[in-house]
């Protein structure tokens, strides 16, 4: 071990190193790691990043995808991503912040993906996320609802969920709820 | 016949510990009253969290010969610590934890000052930290300790050799339990894995699909995320959820009544609801107090040299008849919180283009396309574009003026590298010193990190 209670000259030595030094806020390993996540983002052309915060806080940003193919093709979808310190042992939090008829994400922009929750593993990234999200509105899954109702019409009646989801994306009301525009 | 004109001294059985000579000591370990006067006078020791542990370790501590305490703890006294943490009582209900816990313990124990910090770890400066010969952590979340891990290990500083400055250590004793569980543990930066070096050590936490919540709920735990998760954003929109807060509480758990009656699921109750959300494993005050005496031990012994330390992780399960065993975990030797990271001298004339240049030609480093981050701050990012683009005017300004002209400081940098002839990506601490600057010596920090 080592000569570690010397404690007046330790004493001693720490005051004549203090003056004035004061380091600021502590960067998380979470955040270093965020850092190699974002900077090796490669992203698919149908999304974008963007950081509201600024260019130095990556803990929080938003990514938006636009799918080119499928019953989603010509929308907009905003999704938040909220990232804690200790990621990647806990993964980052998304939400999808444009209101949307989808089986697999909830009128409050709660989303069902596996890898946010429960087959999260700290070698998945950010980069994973993204193409999970973008996968979702390219094959939208009935199998793992959140929303029931769309769910049950894409399974029983893909014609009038395709039906659906156009005039939620357009603008306008599937059965009570209302859906803003996001084409 | 007994001499009652002279008492037995409160530190008589301390004394046998630090007064003799033995087998088993420490190799600096310098016997004497002089050893007792220094604990007494110089240490001070910051205990962090006033919760079932810390309740336990300000009571150890001052007991075991520690005059200087600090404790620092945001909390407020609930009802339901009242059952293990001893030092409150029914009226200390809502009163701040370090507070009625120093008091507690200075009214027992005399001669004993603890100072309380009743706020989040966080808001203090980080060289507030600073001031303590060892920190003791009683916490009971993940990114506590992370946090007090990154700032203890801030304070390290490597030689030019890459040899830790003893003067610089901050030593950390740690304590955990869940239940019947628990652990104590031997941080000593530099020598011994930090936090960081060993998170791995930590079970995924248990998440449930949100489609098993909203479709096919099973146990009466599904009926409370459901209600946790699902149906209070569908309620308050925009509301965040307060888990301290009993009248959400409440909510969470009527909702769960209600869904759970629905599928016929039995088991939903307040305290399970409180459980779940919180994420709370009923606290057992005998594996508190037996953690708690692990880490005083250890903190005198690392103190004093009386003994050698624990090497380095105790594991204590109580769970069936008693196990309990200590394993050595070794440091992660490129640890981005406590390992020195990579040396590099620069002009100050560099800039920050010719060094990300010179990063891949680094023998030890060969590292390509690097992003470089300092305290916090992008200094340039290859990836997204997004941020490629507000980055990109620095690179021709020189690295010495973007680091706000330290002489000497911590940077982090990723990229990619190759390794048997396969590029894989990096993420790298790089100790830059600039040449030539006033105040530079042949060390420098390890910190920042």
């Known amino acids: 071990m080592i000569?570690?209670?010397?404690?007046?000259?330790?004493?001693?030595?720490?005051?004549?190193?203090?003056?004035?030094?004061?380091?600021?806020?502590?960067?998380?390993?979470?955040?270093?790691?965020?850092?190699?996540?974002?900077?090796?983002?490669?992203?698919?052309?149908?999304?974008?990043?963007?950081?509201?915060?600024?260019?130095?806080?990556?803990?929080?940003?938003?990514?938006?995808?636009?799918?080119?193919?499928?019953?989603?093709?010509?929308?907009?979808?905003?999704?938040?991503?909220?990232?804690?310190?200790?990621y990647p042992h806990e993964a980052p939090k998304v939400k999808c912040k444009t209101k949307v008829y989808h089986p697999n994400i909830d009128l409050e922009g709660s989303v069902c993906l596996n890898i946010l929750r429960e087959d999260w593993k700290p070698v998945l990234n950010i980069n994973t996320i993204i193409y999970g999200l973008f996968h979702l509105f390219t094959q939208p899954n009935y199998d793992d609802p959140l929303n029931h109702e769309a769910a049950a019409v894409l399974r029983d009646n893909p014609k009038l969920f395709e039906s659906n989801v156009r005039r939620a994306m357009a603008g306008g009301y599937v059965g009570q709820t209302f859906f803003t525009r996001c084409t | 016949m007994v001499d009652t004109a002279t008492p037995p001294s409160r530190s008589r059985d301390l004394d046998k510990l630090l007064l003799r000579p033995g087998n088993l000591v420490g190799p600096t370990f310098e016997p004497g009253t002089e050893l007792r006067e220094d604990l007494k006078e110089y240490v001070k020791v910051l205990v962090v969290g006033a919760g079932g542990l810390g309740c336990e370790l300000l009571k150890d501590l001052a007991l075991s010969g520690f005059r200087n305490l600090e404790v620092i703890d945001m909390d407020r006294i609930e009802v339901s610590n009242l059952n293990r943490q001893f030092l409150f009582r029914l009226d200390d209900v809502g009163k701040a934890k370090a507070e009625v816990a120093a008091k507690?313990?200075?009214?027992?124990?005399?001669?004993?000052?603890?100072?309380?910090?009743?706020?989040?770890?966080?808001?203090?400066?980080?060289?507030?930290?600073?001031?303590?010969?060892?920190?003791?952590?009683?916490?009971?979340?993940?990114?506590?300790?992370?946090?007090?891990?990154?700032?203890a290990c801030g304070f390290l500083e490597y030689d030019s050799d890459d040899s830790p400055r003893e003067e610089s250590i901050k030593p950390m004793v740690d304590g955990g339990t869940e239940g019947f569980k628990g652990h104590a543990r031997v941080i000593v930066p530099g020598f011994t894995p930090c936090f960081e070096c060993t998170i791995w050590l930590f079970p995924p936490q248990v998440k449930f699909p949100l489609c098993t919540l909203a479709e096919?709920?099973?146990?009466?735990?599904?009926?409370?995320?459901?209600?946790?998760?699902?149906?209070?954003?569908?309620?308050?929109?925009?509301?965040?959820?307060?888990?301290?807060?009993?009248?959400?509480?409440?909510?969470?758990?009527?909702?769960?009544?209600?869904?759970?009656?629905?599928?016929?699921?039995?088991?939903?109750?307040?305290?399970?609801?409180?459980?779940?959300?919180?994420?709370?494993?009923?606290a057992i005050a005998s594996t508190n107090a037996v953690i708690s005496a692990a880490c005083a031990l250890e903190t005198l012994k690392i103190v004093s040299g009386c003994s050698k330390t624990l090497s380095n992780y105790?594991?204590?399960?109580?769970?069936?008849?008693?196990?309990?065993?200590?394993?050595?975990?070794?440091?992660?030797?490129?640890?981005?919180?406590?390992?020195?990271?990579?040396?590099?001298?620069?002009?100050?004339?560099?800039?920050?283009?010719?060094?990300?240049?010179?990063?891949?030609?680094?023998?030890k480093l060969l590292l390509s396309k690097a992003s470089v981050r300092h305290r916090g701050k992008n200094l340039y990012m290859q990836a997204p574009?997004?941020?490629?683009?507000?980055?990109?005017?620095?690179?021709?300004?020189?690295?010495?003026?973007?680091?706000?002209?330290?002489?000497?400081?911590?940077?982090?940098?990723?990229?990619?590298?190759?390794?048997?002839?396969?590029?894989?990506?990096?993420?790298?601490?790089?100790?830059?010193?600039?040449?030539?600057?006033?105040?530079?010596?042949?060390?420098?920090?390890?910190?920042?990190?």
């Open chain 1, 3 to 86: 000569k570690l209670f010397k404690v007046k000259e330790k004493q001693r030595e720490i005051a004549e190193n203090n003056n004035g030094k004061s380091p600021v806020k502590k960067q998380s390993a979470g955040e270093l790691r965020l850092h190699r996540d974002i900077s090796e983002l490669i992203l698919p052309k149908t999304c974008t990043i963007a950081f509201p915060n600024g260019k130095d806080d990556l803990m929080y940003f938003e990514v938006t995808i636009r799918p080119d193919e499928g019953y989603y093709l010509g929308g907009t979808f905003l999704f938040s991503f909220q990232v804690s310190p200790i």
């Open chain 2, 104 to 151: 507690r313990v200075m009214e027992r124990v005399s001669g004993v000052n603890i100072v309380p910090h009743f706020c989040r770890i966080e808001d203090k400066e980080i060289n507030f930290y600073n001031d303590f010969s060892i920190i003791v952590l009683g916490l009971d979340s993940i990114e506590a300790r992370s946090y007090i891990n990154a700032v």
């Open chain 2, 216 to 282: 096919t709920p099973r146990t009466a735990a599904h009926c409370i995320e459901y209600a946790h998760l699902i149906k209070w954003d569908e309620v308050h929109s925009g509301k965040t959820f307060d888990p301290d807060d009993p009248e959400h509480m409440k909510w969470v758990y009527e909702e769960a009544v209600k869904r759970a009656e629905l599928f016929g699921i039995p088991g939903v109750t307040y305290s399970l609801t409180q459980g779940v959300v919180k994420n709370i494993i009923p």
């Open chain 2, 314 to 363: 105790l594991t204590y399960n109580g769970v069936e008849g008693l196990h309990t065993k200590v394993t050595e975990f070794v440091k992660d030797k490129d640890c981005l919180v406590c390992g020195p990271g990579v040396l590099i001298e620069l002009d100050i004339s560099v800039t920050l283009r010719k060094f990300i240049d010179l990063l891949e030609e680094h023998p």
């Open chain 2, 385 to 449: 574009p997004v941020l490629e683009e507000m980055t990109r005017s620095n690179i021709s300004l020189t690295l010495y003026e973007l680091m706000d002209k330290v002489p000497k400081d911590i940077i982090h940098v990723t990229g990619s590298t190759r390794r048997d002839d396969k590029k894989t990506s990096c993420l790298r601490k790089l100790r830059v010193v600039f040449k030539g600057v006033e105040g530079v010596t042949d060390m420098d920090m390890a910190g920042g990190a």
